[in-house]
Nanobody, 125 residues
Framework: EQLVESGGGLVQPGGSLRLSCAAS????????MGWFRQPPGQEREFVAG????????DHAESVKGRFIISRDNAKDIVYLQMSSLKPEETAVYFC???????????????????WGRGTQVTVSS
C-alpha cells in the first residue's frame, strides 16, 4: 500500500498550488481520503477530506472557500487545489486513506490507515 504526494513547492502569498496524491496497492475507491498538514514544530492537522464516492467533502474552517479536495477514482488520485495561500500555511502536506468510514471524513489522524510521506509547501515572498 502506497500513497505518494506531489505538487508542493515554493509559492508567494496569495498564490495557488495543486497537490496530488497517487495511490497504489489497495482499493482506492473504497477509502475515504484526507489531506493533513504539519507546520514546523506543530501537530498534524486536518485540512480536507472526501468520502469514497466523492459525494461528501469536508474542509477545515481555516481553508473553506480557498481549498478544494477532489478525487479521480479511475486514476486512483486525490487532489487538493489550494488558492490564496498564506505564509502560516507553510507545512508538510500529507494525504491519508481511511477504511470503513461511515459518515463524513474524520478529522482525527487515528482514523486513517495509510499515509504518504508528505510534500513540502512553503508560502513566502
Amino acid at each position: 500500500e502506497q500513497l505518494v504526494e506531489s505538487g508542493g513547492g515554493l509559492v508567494q502569498p496569495g498564490g495557488s498550488l495543486r497537490l496530488s496524491c497517487a495511490a497504489s496497492g489497495f482499493t482506492f475507491g473504497s477509502y475515504t481520503m484526507g489531506w493533513f498538514r504539519q507546520p514546523p514544530g506543530q501537530e498534524r492537522e486536518f485540512v480536507a477530506g472526501i468520502t469514497w464516492g466523492g459525494v461528501v467533502t469536508d474542509h477545515a474552517e481555516s481553508v473553506k472557500g480557498r481549498f478544494i479536495i477532489s478525487r479521480d477514482n479511475a486514476k486512483d488520485i486525490v487532489y487538493l487545489q489550494m488558492s490564496s495561500l498564506k505564509p502560516e500555511e507553510t507545512a508538510v502536506y500529507f494525504c491519508a486513506a481511511a477504511a470503513y468510514v461511515r459518515g463524513p471524513p474524520p478529522h482525527f489522524t487515528g482514523a486513517y490507515t495509510y499515509w504518504g510521506r508528505g510534500t513540502q509547501v512553503t508560502v513566502s515572498s
